[in-house]
């Protein structure tokens, strides 16, 4: 029997009053984000040209005034199933805006306009209303080695409940061919795959206080590399696309995390999955060493910025993975000794399994479950665990530099900012 997987994110019942056809200012002054991250600066350096990205989720809108021309439907494999990329709930054209939207029309700006997205329309929560079309979707598994085969790099995975051996040992295939693979940690606090999974990126959501999100997964393993911005944004209300409403969520952040991929990987194109993961790593804002992730935000705020500022950068070498101690090693070297293509290897068991298969536990609301009534906030926790945190010291206050700003990047909970104890089995 089919497990239907859940989009990670959650609209509030509030519109922002944004139709198609508003002023383009109008919905990107809801894209709080825009300014501290200066997009403006970074898109002199790189827009994202040349870098493909897979969405895979509930299908892509490619006649939004935002992603006219940013959609490669015909990258899509030609089986049938995948072809059809009508977008079911209105969040993977969402996603696929905060990624490449050109914001024309008042459509949402994407981080990376001048990259493209390649959408896959798979089987999550919501298409079970339409029997027929549920039954000939693929699988996100399936739509994963289909994307993993093309020449996206990136493959942005805004959903979670991907939780079979099939599904584990897929994550392992794309990342065997040099794909970057990025996932919603989950909502509601509770970890989901396929962000638990070896070799995937897991991104936390962020609020406009850089407070690390009720809802943002707060597991005692800790799966968070990266944290973005993930409350107060516009996203599609529905698959009807007259309006946009304010939306929250995990799968905001991932989708961020994926943008600001694109911009360095357009700036570098000869680097390798090993060396743009290690850029977005090193260069996230965080008050903590770098050895010692933060459980729930992991290795900082994403800062693409930094890398693009600074032409010497130095990736490091593009044979290493970064994150190799928590991976098991680095897929790419064992794959260059083994065929990896039928992936039949089981995963790697230095990375946790899930916490719950049932999809609709794990993450969000309205349109999405993992994230099921998540309320946002300023807080990453509640009464009891602020207090806590306040009684452990300076350790859970972060102080993040966005260009001539500083903001504080709050983590709830006590201990936050310590080493996590995370994928381990």
Known sequence: MRVVGA?????????????????????????????PMQTEQMWKVSTGEGVKVAVIDTGVNANTSSLKGQVLVDDVPEDVAYRVTEDYSGHGTSMAELIVGTGAGGGIKGLAPGAKVVPYRVALAGLESRPEEYEKAPNAEEALRAAADTDAKIINMSFGGMTSAEAEAAVKYAASKGKLLVAAVGNDGFPDAPATYPYVLGVAAVDSTYTVSKFSEKSSSGFADLAAPGEDIPAWCDENFREYCEGKGTSQATALVSASAALIWSAHPDWTVNQVTRALL??????????????????????????????????????????????????????????????SDSGNADKAGNSSSDPSTSASGA????????????????????????????DNTLWIVLGAAAAVLVIGGAGAAVLRARRAR
């Open 7 to 35: 989009v990670v994110g959650a609209l509030t019942a509030v519109s922002v009053g944004l139709g198609p056809d508003a002023s383009a200012a109008d919905a990107q002054s809801k894209q709080w984000y825009l300014d």
């Open 282 to 343: 090193d260069t996230a804002s965080r008050s903590w060493p770098k050895d010692k992730p933060s459980k729930y935000a992991g290795y900082g705020f994403i800062r693409p910025r930094v890398v693009l500022e600074n032409p010497s950068y130095d990736p490091g070498p593009p044979d290493v993975d970064p994150l190799a101690k928590i991976n098991g090693g680095d897929v790419l070297a064992k794959a260059g000794a083994r065929d990896a293509s039928d992936g």
């Open 367 to 394: 349109s999405q479950a993992p994230g099921k009534g998540s309320t946002g906030g300023t807080s990453a926790a509640g009464s009891d665990a602020e207090a806590a945190a306040a009684d452990a010291g300076d």
